[in-house]
């Protein structure tokens, strides 16, 4: 095959997947959004808070009884005191240890709980929302939200609140324990905080970022070997070898660049922190033994020295905490940005409040001068008219995009009409119970949708009630029963997601018993033009019979022997219906119907 595209010397590497921001400004809105899922765990938050500061409170009393015992007993030469505060520095680590371990359950419990609703939210959400919706965004985008998004807020949830105020406070403990101490070595000492703050707060998070980076450069690289795996044959078909290595050579390079620079800033960071400390602890020791001696300063002792050096290099770590804490807060926004995209986008198609039930269908179907587009700039029906008695079968035809998948969208209201109006039995569709209307239709669509789970479960899908036998009864009526007694386990096989085990005429006839059991008054069926061997399209011209018995339905065939069938053809072109009748009559008016089976009948004669 010819390669018809010339190479050009554009950069080849992947962009990084998302035009999805990864961090966004802080927006006080969204936050008090977000603390509508936490007001259910008020109380357990308010304990987790009191709890996580006992721990801080316990956990710092270890340095100033180990101050004391250093003073009073060491170097004194005095032990009885010493049991008594060893047992105290025990007692004080286990409580800490112990509150630590409760707050962590607690949060964990709860934040997930809060995860779990904000997730269910959004999932009921998108279930309802418009055909229009998922037009404009990608399956796998809107996924990305449903989980990574939410998953990110996580953090947020279990340790986010409850350890930022403990921080707090835990920091303003530690320096005014310090200024206990002495009041002149612990100014000494804060003197190394502005480097303390430039690391955790500039420094880290300019880490955490390079990191992130490198990340979705590596899931960018996945997504791409995905889609070089899944489509070697056309790769191969249009001998695009060279070009997928040359992309993937670049884009692995740029991986192994971003993370040899990540590694770089990251190796800083820890270095940089010791040295801080040191300069901390030198400041504290020079200026402690410099007062001691020279001024004979009496508060500074040898416990003194050692509780200011404990102090100072727990500072750092509530520290850490809080930018961590920030940097959180920051990939929070954008991906609560992005959820909330979702959960603020009106659903499009729904009842009316107190929308009357469709009354059991009889089968008329009216389109009363429709106009629709799918975007306001382009018009697809442009005043289209049409009635169709109860029981009838009517045959879309048309070239491709002309809209014949547009009229039986507009038909179970899947979009809403521009204008004019589509009737069933009378009620305009707009007036009338959503779920009370689509619960009478039966919709095949043109690619036929097979769910993970059984075959017997995909077959159920049509009434979620119907027993085994009824099942097995629609599935013997439409010819799939043999083919699928054929398969391993039978009914019970598992076919995954897409059906990918199944022919495209197995899906076909699978769909069509799950229609059959769903026994929809008006019934839709949207074909899928793939070609099938002969001996399964004669079971499918069989099954559909079978299935379009006694219902009005709208079949947009291919398939010259199912449209000389029906009641009524209608040609479906230029914006509107062009040409209606029986086969027969269409054939002796010699118009738009006659030329298109000539030129199908031309087009398998070619073959
Ligand atoms: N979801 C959509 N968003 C925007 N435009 C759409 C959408 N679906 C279809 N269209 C446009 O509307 C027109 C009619 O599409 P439609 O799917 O109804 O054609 P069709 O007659 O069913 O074609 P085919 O025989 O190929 O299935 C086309 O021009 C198409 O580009
Ligand atoms: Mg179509």
Redesign the pocket.
């Known amino acids: 095959m010819a390669n018809v595209e010339t190479r050009d010397k554009r950069d080849k590497r992947l962009r990084i997947t998302d035009d999805e921001v990864i961090e966004a400004p802080i927006n006080p809105k969204y936050i008090r959004r977000l603390f509508q899922y936490a007001k259910p765990y008020k109380s357990k938050i308010v304990l987790s808070v009191i709890v996580m500061l006992l721990a801080s409170v316990a956990n710092l009393a270890s340095p100033l009884i180990m101050q004391m015992a250093l003073d009073d007993c060491i170097v004194p030469q005095n032990f009885t005191m010493l049991p008594w505060l060893a047992l105290a520095i025990t007692v004080s680590s286990t409580l800490a240890a112990l509150c630590v371990r409760w707050k962590i359950k607690l949060m964990d419990i709860t934040g997930r709980k809060m995860l779990a609703t904000l997730r269910e939210d959004l999932f009921n959400h998108i279930q309802e929302l418009g055909?229009?919706f998922?037009?404009?965004r990608s399956a796998g985008k809107i996924m990305v939200r449903v989980i990574n998004d939410v998953n990110s807020l996580l953090d947020l949830f279990t340790n986010g609140v409850v350890n930022a105020l403990t921080n707090v406070v835990t920091v303003f403990i530690i320096a005014g324990l310090m200024l206990y101490l002495h009041v002149g070595l612990a100014l000494v000492s804060f003197a190394v905080l502005p480097l303390l703050a430039a690391l955790i707060f500039i420094l880290k998070p300019h880490i955490t970022r390079t990191w992130r980076k490198v990340r979705a450069k590596i899931s960018s690289m996945n997504g791409y070997l995905h889609e070089c795996l899944s489509g070697v044959r056309v790769t191969q078909a249009y001998v695009r070898e060279e070009e997928n290595c040359e992309t993937f050579r670049q884009t692995n390079r740029d991986i192994v660049s971003s993370w040899m620079h990540a590694i770089r800033i990251n190796n800083a960071f820890w270095p940089g922190l010791e040295l801080v400390s040191c300069i901390g602890n030198i400041l504290i020791y020079f200026f402690g033994v410099q007062w001691m001696h020279a001024t004979g300063d009496a508060a500074i002792s040898v416990g003194v020295l050692t509780g200011m050096i404990w102090y100072l290099g727990r500072f750092w770590q509530p520290l850490n905490q809080l930018s961590n804490l920030f940097t959180q807060l920051l990939v929070a926004m954008a991906s609560l940005e992005r959820i909330y995209d979702i959960m603020d986008t009106p659903v499009s198609i729904k009842s009316k409040e107190g929308a009357p039930k469709l009354p059991p269908i009889k089968g008329t179907v009216d389109f009363e001068n429709v106009v629709f587009?799918?975007?306001t700039n382009?018009t697809?029906l442009d005043g289209v008219s049409f009635h169709v008695d109860p029981g009838q079968t009517i045959a879309?035809v048309?070239?491709?995009?002309?809209?014949?998948?547009?009229?039986?969208?507009l038909i179970t209201r899947f979009?809403d009409v521009r204008s004019g109006a589509v009737k069933i039995d009378g009620h305009d569709i707009r007036d009338v119970d959503l779920r009370s209307l689509r619960e009478q239709m039966g919709i095949m669509m043109?690619d036929t949708f097979i769910f993970s789970g059984t075959i017997m479960d995909n077959i159920r899908y049509g009434r979620l009630d119907a027993t085994d036998e009824e099942c097995i009864a629609a599935a013997r009526e439409v010819n799939a029963h043999d083919f699928i007694m054929r398969m391993e386990k039978g009914y019970e096989t598992e076919v995954n997601e897409r059906g990918s085990r199944l022919s495209v005429g197995q899906k076909q006839l699978i769909a069509f018993a799950r229609a059959l059991l769903a026994d929809p008054a008006i019934l839709i069926l949207?074909e899928a033009?793939a070609a099938i061997d002969t001996h399964t399209e004669i079971l499918i011209q069989k099954a559909l019979e079978k299935v379009l018995e006694g219902r009005t339905s709208f079949v947009?065939a291919?398939r010259l022997s199912t449209i000389r069938q029906a009641d009524c053809i209608m040609v479906?072109a230029d914006g509107g219906i062009l040409e209606a009748g029986t086969h027969d009559e269409l054939m002796a008016k010699k118009g738009h119907y006659y030329h298109l089976t000539q030129a199908q009948y031309a087009f398998l004669e070619a073959l």
């Open positions: 055909f229009d998922f037009d404009s587009g799918y975007d382009q697809v879309l048309g070239p491709t995009g002309a809209g014949k998948s547009t009229v039986v969208n979009y043109q949207d033009t947009i291919h479906v």
